[in-house]
């Protein structure tokens, strides 16, 4: 029996006898071998977005903030923070749609499980990125390793997000050796770097039963470490803003607010995604109509959840309207941003609770469209979270100059942003040059197991 | 057991009556020589005021006050010895003259629309009078904003003061999220304010702590500790035309104008002293009296100084 096992697992995984593991092999290197015109032009156009972000934080850096960011000092917290929550947010969907699917098994992670980890390794990279951008004396930076209180929630931002970088960069790492090997000894037509580099990262893989052994144990290890980090992460960024005593943020709901709010966006993140990716790299018999009609159910569900602790955090205090509320929920409800919060409660809570019940709008394309809607109302709800609030503090605003009633954010703040989004989606798409997008052997490992939803693929 | 209950509180109250002498002597500024013998000469020397209103020198040993040498070797983080400063507000007197506003700005080398003390029109509900409602950062006793900071940027002085360290300050602007007042201001680098602070830079005769306010960091209203621990009153109380505000020692029990001085405790009593925002428990260390047998009646401002961007 012990004999069979090992041998299966050989068998399984380093002998590609399998004319099955052979095509999907072929299918899944694909997009490493060369990059068309369009490929060219993509990744060109988030280089210039990226290099005018660098040049538009040049710019600010350089010239008075007064004059290149609309902040000032009641909104003293603009585009760059909310834009820092939602990639905090975004990051969680590693959590998601890779670590909660996989210890609870069910089968269609594998293909999702690497790209969902590596959008959470680049957005929580970009998240760090806006804070730099939004700090008055970025070149201080280190002063938070000289002096750094731990009574501030700051520091505890930092302690878990860096501990979640670490463990997520390991954590897209590991599953990723079996495939250095694999590209190494099946990729031809690549410069000798990177083929140096496969061999480097491959670590010596050989597939030997020792070796898929303790692989196996490092990423049940990290997979179970990453959920309550990834809690942690974003149940701290809410932190920031509750252990205030603003009264827009003074909720006990916070934590678990953002984190439902996070795994709506990582669902939705991850229809857009599968759905760029199957279409670019041809990859529909991996990344199938079935995924797109569990994410739409997952979206469904989460978006429920979302509008659960919405109603909690906003309809809770409408219903009393004390002196401290009511100046911020009236602007949002009925004043100056109305028109903004419904078309946030509309596209990123009401339509993804309802429309992915009808099955035919859990087909690729129409979910997506929902996704896309989900996704950019994530972002401006992040907006209305942190910014409309500054603008009613306890005390009136009386006598001051227009531009410090009312935020709105300069191009300059406009391009940084644009630019953290661009750098995201640069990383995914040079990961995914160099790297399978799809794990192999994580799905060739579901089929040869007979995993019915692998199966079913087809 | 009677006996030494008797005593003990014989004792007691001849600790106290000393105690209230004390207290009433330092509160004219004066400190009387009564422990003369019990500390050794210090050789420093203090000015302070005699009851017959002569400045006279004694030795630092004499006094509590520190000696102007001490105060001269003024750290930012530490606060001044032996003092709670204290700021008193009398809303009754206000009348919008903005003196305490432009004092404040001059002082600190601050433009417009930078304030550190702010004057707000406040009607507490539709058929209360409204009245000027001057606004200081008020070195809570338990401030939110030390709290969060980071980097002990911005952090709470043995004398009260909330005081901030402007080569720390990082710039994250948790401290400005974190005041429920909007007490905070950034220096986002207006170049009308660079220019001028450039210009002023080495003007002798100003305060502060955050004289040296720079681009990218928080500052705010401080009490003016250097001023304060030579026994100059802060701008904005010493330019007020009506006496509105009161400033001094928690520790002497008196606060003062310039002109009048009252006892702190009496003064909160009589006039029903109140802070800010009690319920959320930041415990500020500045007063309001409230706005009762005005000595204005409430003219609104038509005026308008902070339009100019």
Known sequence: MEEKIKNSEKTTYETFTQEEYMEMKRDLLKPLEKIGLWGKVWIGFLVTVCLLGVYAYYIQETKSKYVTVSLRDYTMWGVYISNFVFFVALSLIGVLMSAVLKLTNFEWYRPLSRIAEVIAVGAIMLAGVSIVAAMGRPERLWHLVVYGRIQSPIVWDIIVILTYVTTSLILLFIPMIPSMATLKNHLTGKPKWQMKMYELLSFGWEGTEAQWKSLKRSIKILTIMVIPLGVAIHTVTAWLFATTLRAEWDSTNFGAYFVSGAFLLGVAGMVVAIFVIRKAYNLEKYLTEMHFDKLGMALVMMSFIYIYFNINEYLVPAYKMSGLHANHLLNLFVGDEALFYWMVVLFGMVIPATLPLIPKLRKPLPLTVIAVGVVIAAWFKRYLIVIPGLAHPYLPIQDVPESWRHYTPSLIEMTIVAATFAATLLIVTLFSRFFPIISVWEVAEGKLEGKDEIINYK | ?309
Not at chain 2, 172 to 192: D, H, I, L, Q, W
């Open chain 2, 1 to 309: 057991m009677k006996n030494e209950k008797e005593d003990s509180n014989r004792r007691n109250f001849l600790k106290l009556g000393l105690l209230a002498g004390t207290a009433t002597l330092t509160g004219l500024g004066v400190k009387n020589t009564l422990f003369a013998n019990a500390k050794e000469e210090t050789g420093e020397k203090v000015k302070v005021l005699t009851v017959d209103g002569k400045v006279v020198e004694v030795d630092s040993s004499l006094v509590a006050h520190p000696s102007e040498e001490k105060l001269s070797q003024f750290n930012v983080r530490e606060g001044i010895p032996g003092k709670k400063f204290i700021m008193v507000i009398d809303l009754a007197r206000c009348a919008n003259a903005r003196k305490c506003v432009e004092g404040c700005q001059s002082m600190h080398g601050m433009l417009p629309p930078i304030e550190y003390i702010k004057v707000k029109k406040m009607q507490d509900s539709e058929l209360a009078a409204p009245y000027w409602f001057p606004q200081t950062c008020y070195q809570c006793d338990n401030p939110p904003c030390t709290k969060v900071c980071p980097v002990d940027a911005t952090f709470k002085r043995s004398d009260g003061i909330v005081g901030i360290d402007s080569d720390r300050c990082i710039g994250c602007k948790f401290c400005m999220a974190a005041c429920p007042y909007s007490a905070r201001t950034f220096n986002f680098g207006r170049p009308e304010q660079q220019a001028f602070s450039e210009e002023h830079a080495h003007d002798a005769d100003k305060c502060c702590t955050t004289k040296s306010s720079q681009e990218g960091t928080v500052s705010k209203c401080d009490f003016c500790p250097e001023s304060s621990s030579k026994g100059i009153l802060p701008s904005c109380v010493t330019e007020c035309p009506n006496g509105t505000i009161f400033f001094g020692d928690e520790l002497e029990d008196a606060v003062t104008n310039g002109e009048e001085t009252f006892r702190l405790s009496e003064l909160l009593t009589k006039r029903a002293g109140y802070r800010q925002f009690e319920e959320l428990g930041t415990k500020p260390r500045v007063y309001y009296l409230p706005p009762v047998e005005r000595n204005f009646p409430f003219e609104d401002a038509t005026e308008v100084f902070n339009q100019q961007e």
